[in-house]
């Protein structure tokens, strides 16, 4: 069982940011961790990817020039940094680990005034 947590979330005025953290509650080393969100009654939608520790990463056209995805080997955590925030980010936001297609429980965004 590994168990994924995700953090960092909260309430946030248009153009704020937001740093969101993926962790493992164990021994679980994280390795390629995707970024998701998810909005009430729409699909989970991709938001980045970290493949490797020589940083590949990949962005959807939604993130690309505003959010930061990252690792730190050490502490074996993933960040997600999210500025420029827009309202139509708002969401619950999942990271996604592999191998093995772990999930997390979840970090709700809201981007409102």
């Known amino acids: 069982q590994v168990d994924l947590v995700e953090s960092g979330g909260g309430l946030v005025q248009p153009g704020g940011s937001l740093r969101l953290s993926c962790t493992s509650q164990?021994?679980?080393?994280?390795?390629?961790v995707r970024w998701y969100r998810q909005t009430p009654h729409k699909e989970r939608e991709w938001v980045a990817s970290i493949i490797d520790n020589h940083g590949t990463v990949l962005y959807a056209d939604s993130a690309k020039g505003r959010f930061t995805i990252s690792r730190d080997v050490e502490k074996n955590e993933v960040y997600l940094q999210m500025d420029y925030l827009k309202p139509e980010d708002t969401a619950v936001y999942f990271c996604n680990a592999n191998p093995g297609d772990y999930w997390g429980q979840g970090t709700q965004v809201t981007v409102s005034s």
């Open positions: 164990g021994t679980f080393t994280l390795k390629v």
